[in-house]
């Protein structure tokens, strides 16, 4: 793992909603390699934190840059072509088609025939045996035929790891990977981001400190959409202000 660089910087990131300040001079540095988590409470900036650095929300200060180019007010499709792939907390998916089909659509778009959804099965199945072997990364392989209507939740959300995935990024953004999971899928999604996290760099948000404590280099609090700490989480966790403010005595 190597943190000789960051892969994303801000600097002075805020960002205002019609006076209300949700984002304030955010400086953030994600070192190469690791994987960051932004925790804080509900209304501590995270959501929009992630907004602004994915491009569905332009900053109304600040700098964003990645590797070294500067991102900011780039829209999301442009930031996604730079390397970056983010998870949603709500799960998307067409509940008729398979596993395998959304995988062959989603490694399309990074290919010249670009977003057009239809397409003959001739054409589609050049993506196949890559479709499988992304789907095997995540779990999923011997599930491939399977419509997602009919998948747990907890595959569901393993199936847009993959999605994430198709597109080879080197920067991946986790909104609430375990948002909703019962203990054996949290468990089994902290084994897969675990496996997937070698070669890239990782942001999540991420409420359950377990997790965060399975998985995070460093950990950034967030308070009322500024940081309140940050550091590896042993020292964060320890930490008067975030016990008292966030984690409650019993966590520490």
Avoid at 40 to 51: C, M, R, V, Y
Avoid at 232 to 244: G, H
């Amino acid at each position: 793992m190597s943190q000789s660089r960051a892969t994303l910087v801000t600097h002075g990131l805020s960002k205002e909603f019609q006076g209300f300040r949700a984002v304030h001079q955010v400086d953030l540095s994600v070192a190469e390699g690791t994987v960051h988590a932004l925790v804080g409470p509900n209304g501590a900036g995270k959501t929009t934190l992630f907004n602004l650095l994915t491009g569905f929300l332009k900053p109304s200060g600040g700098r964003i840059t990645l590797a070294g180019r500067d991102v900011t007010g780039q829209p999301p499709e442009r930031i996604a072509r730079l390397g970056v792939a983010r998870s949603f907390q709500v799960t998307s998916l067409f509940p008729d088609m398979t596993a395998r089909e959304h995988m062959e659509l989603a490694l399309q778009s990074g290919t010249g025939l670009g977003g057009c959804f239809w397409r003959s099965d001739r054409v589609m199945r050049r993506f196949s045996e890559r479709a499988v072997a992304l789907l095997d990364e995540v779990g999923l392989a011997h599930l491939a035929e399977r419509p997602t209507a009919s998948l747990p939740y907890g595959q569901k959300r393993a199936l847009e790891l993959a999605l994430a995935l198709a597109l080879d990024p080197k920067l991946l953004l986790l909104d609430e990977p375990t948002a909703g999971m019962g203990l054996e899928d949290v468990d089994r999604t902290v084994a897969l981001i675990g496996r997937i996290r070698e070669g890239r760099t990782v942001v999540m948000v991420e409420h359950n400190m377990t997790v965060v404590g399975s998985l995070a280099d460093t950990v950034t609090v967030l308070q009322r959409g500024e940081v309140l700490v940050e550091g590896p989480y042993a020292q964060v966790k320890a930490d008067p202000q975030v016990i008292e403010a966030y984690l409650g005595a019993d966590v520490a």
